[in-house]
Protein backbone atom coordinates (compact mmCIF):
# COMPACT_ATOMS: atom_id res chain seq x y z
CA UNK A 1 0.00 0.00 0.00
CA UNK A 2 1.12 3.58 -0.64
CA UNK A 3 1.30 6.11 2.36
CA UNK A 4 2.72 8.90 3.35
CA UNK A 5 3.47 11.94 1.08
CA UNK A 6 7.18 13.29 -0.27
CA UNK A 7 8.68 16.45 -1.77
CA UNK A 8 10.94 15.84 -4.61
CA UNK A 9 11.94 17.56 -8.47
CA UNK A 10 11.50 16.41 -11.52
CA UNK A 11 14.68 16.23 -13.13
CA UNK A 12 15.45 18.42 -16.86
CA UNK A 13 14.26 15.11 -18.80
CA UNK A 14 11.35 14.84 -17.43
CA UNK A 15 12.55 11.49 -14.54
CA UNK A 16 11.41 11.60 -11.03
CA UNK A 17 12.64 9.59 -8.32
CA UNK A 18 10.59 6.86 -6.91
CA UNK A 19 10.33 6.90 -2.88
CA UNK A 20 12.59 4.22 -1.11
CA UNK A 21 8.81 3.56 0.57
CA UNK A 22 6.94 2.49 -2.99
CA UNK A 23 9.50 0.38 -4.17
CA UNK A 24 8.32 -2.87 -2.68
CA UNK A 25 5.23 -2.14 -3.70
CA UNK A 26 5.49 -1.66 -7.11
CA UNK A 27 7.83 -4.70 -7.28
CA UNK A 28 5.29 -6.83 -5.94
CA UNK A 29 2.93 -5.40 -8.11
CA UNK A 30 3.83 -6.54 -11.76
CA UNK A 31 6.84 -5.12 -13.39
CA UNK A 32 9.25 -2.93 -12.01
CA UNK A 33 7.42 0.24 -12.89
CA UNK A 34 3.58 1.79 -12.57
CA UNK A 35 0.92 2.77 -15.52
CA UNK A 36 0.64 6.78 -15.29
CA UNK A 37 -2.86 8.68 -16.44
CA UNK A 38 -4.36 12.14 -16.10
CA UNK A 39 -7.20 12.73 -13.38
CA UNK A 40 -7.80 15.96 -10.87
CA UNK A 41 -5.04 18.09 -12.37
CA UNK A 42 -2.58 15.49 -11.11
CA UNK A 43 -1.06 12.13 -12.43
CA UNK A 44 -2.39 8.69 -11.23
CA UNK A 45 0.38 6.07 -10.55
CA UNK A 46 -0.60 2.35 -10.70
CA UNK A 47 1.24 -1.27 -10.10
CA UNK A 48 0.96 -3.42 -13.28
CA UNK A 49 -1.22 -5.65 -11.43
CA UNK A 50 -3.82 -2.85 -9.86
CA UNK A 51 -3.83 -1.33 -13.33
CA UNK A 52 -5.38 -4.37 -14.91
CA UNK A 53 -7.75 -4.67 -12.33
CA UNK A 54 -8.93 -1.14 -13.12
CA UNK A 55 -9.05 -1.64 -16.80
CA UNK A 56 -11.32 -4.83 -16.33
CA UNK A 57 -13.99 -2.13 -14.24
CA UNK A 58 -13.83 0.40 -16.57
CA UNK A 59 -14.44 -1.93 -19.74
CA UNK A 60 -17.42 -3.43 -18.10
CA UNK A 61 -19.08 -0.08 -17.93
CA UNK A 62 -21.32 1.19 -21.35
CA UNK A 63 -22.57 4.67 -20.56
CA UNK A 64 -21.77 7.29 -22.43
CA UNK A 65 -20.04 9.24 -19.58
CA UNK A 66 -17.71 6.26 -19.13
CA UNK A 67 -16.80 6.35 -22.47
CA UNK A 68 -15.52 9.67 -22.49
CA UNK A 69 -13.76 9.22 -19.12
CA UNK A 70 -12.10 5.68 -21.09
CA UNK A 71 -11.31 7.66 -23.68
CA UNK A 72 -9.58 10.28 -21.21
CA UNK A 73 -8.23 8.02 -18.53
CA UNK A 74 -7.03 5.17 -20.43
CA UNK A 75 -6.25 7.18 -23.62
CA UNK A 76 -3.60 9.44 -21.53
CA UNK A 77 -2.04 5.91 -20.09
CA UNK A 78 1.46 5.62 -20.29
CA UNK A 79 4.08 2.62 -19.12
CA UNK A 80 6.60 4.18 -17.23
CA UNK A 81 9.47 1.44 -16.57
CA UNK A 82 11.83 1.89 -13.33
CA UNK A 83 15.52 2.50 -14.65
CA UNK A 84 18.63 1.55 -12.25
CA UNK A 85 18.24 4.61 -10.15
CA UNK A 86 14.37 3.98 -9.51
CA UNK A 87 13.20 6.63 -11.54
CA UNK A 88 10.52 7.06 -14.12
CA UNK A 89 10.35 9.02 -17.62
CA UNK A 90 6.94 11.50 -17.22
CA UNK A 91 6.23 11.77 -20.71
CA UNK A 92 5.71 15.54 -21.74
CA UNK A 93 1.79 15.25 -22.41
CA UNK A 94 1.41 14.26 -18.87
CA UNK A 95 3.74 16.66 -17.41
CA UNK A 96 2.22 19.34 -19.25
CA UNK A 97 -1.33 18.52 -18.16
CA UNK A 98 -0.74 18.09 -14.53
CA UNK A 99 1.82 21.57 -14.85
CA UNK A 100 4.76 19.80 -13.66
CA UNK A 101 7.86 21.76 -14.25
CA UNK A 102 9.83 21.29 -11.16
CA UNK A 103 8.92 20.81 -7.60
CA UNK A 104 6.85 17.83 -7.07
CA UNK A 105 4.72 16.40 -4.10
CA UNK A 106 4.17 12.82 -4.33
CA UNK A 107 1.19 11.39 -2.33
CA UNK A 108 0.67 8.19 -1.49
CA UNK A 109 -3.15 7.17 -1.84
CA UNK A 110 -3.26 3.08 -0.28
CA UNK A 111 -3.89 1.62 -3.86
CA UNK A 112 -2.36 3.85 -6.33
CA UNK A 113 0.05 7.33 -5.69
CA UNK A 114 -0.28 10.63 -7.23
CA UNK A 115 2.28 13.12 -8.34
CA UNK A 116 1.58 16.91 -8.35
CA UNK A 117 3.03 19.91 -9.10
CA UNK A 118 3.83 21.15 -5.39
CA UNK A 119 2.05 24.71 -6.16
CA UNK A 120 -1.32 23.04 -7.20
CA UNK A 121 -1.03 20.35 -3.77
CA UNK A 122 -0.80 22.75 -1.81
CA UNK A 123 -4.08 24.75 -3.38
CA UNK A 124 -5.87 20.92 -3.57
CA UNK A 125 -4.59 20.41 0.03
CA UNK A 126 -6.00 23.35 1.12
CA UNK A 127 -9.27 23.33 -0.47
CA UNK A 128 -9.61 19.54 1.18
CA UNK A 129 -8.67 21.07 4.50
CA UNK A 130 -11.76 23.53 4.20
CA UNK A 131 -14.46 20.50 2.72
CA UNK A 132 -13.70 18.58 6.07
CA UNK A 133 -14.76 21.03 8.00
CA UNK A 134 -18.37 20.60 7.26
CA UNK A 135 -20.84 18.48 9.74
CA UNK A 136 -21.84 15.78 7.25
CA UNK A 137 -18.40 15.25 6.33
CA UNK A 138 -17.65 15.34 9.81
CA UNK A 139 -20.03 12.89 10.51
CA UNK A 140 -19.11 10.25 7.67
CA UNK A 141 -15.22 10.66 8.93
CA UNK A 142 -16.76 9.66 12.31
CA UNK A 143 -18.72 6.62 11.09
CA UNK A 144 -14.98 5.33 10.10
CA UNK A 145 -13.72 5.22 14.03
CA UNK A 146 -12.08 8.33 13.11
Not at 89 to 111: H, M, N, S
Not at 126 to 140: G, H, P, Q, W, Y
Request: aromatic share 10%.
Amino acid sequence: MFRSSSFHTIDPKGRIIIPARFRAVIAAGGKKGVMVSNMDGSLYAYTFNEWMRIEKKILSAKSRHMRQFKRFFLGNACECICDKQDRILIPQTLREYADITKEIVIVGVLDHFEIWAKERWQKENRKIEESLDNDEVREEIASLGL
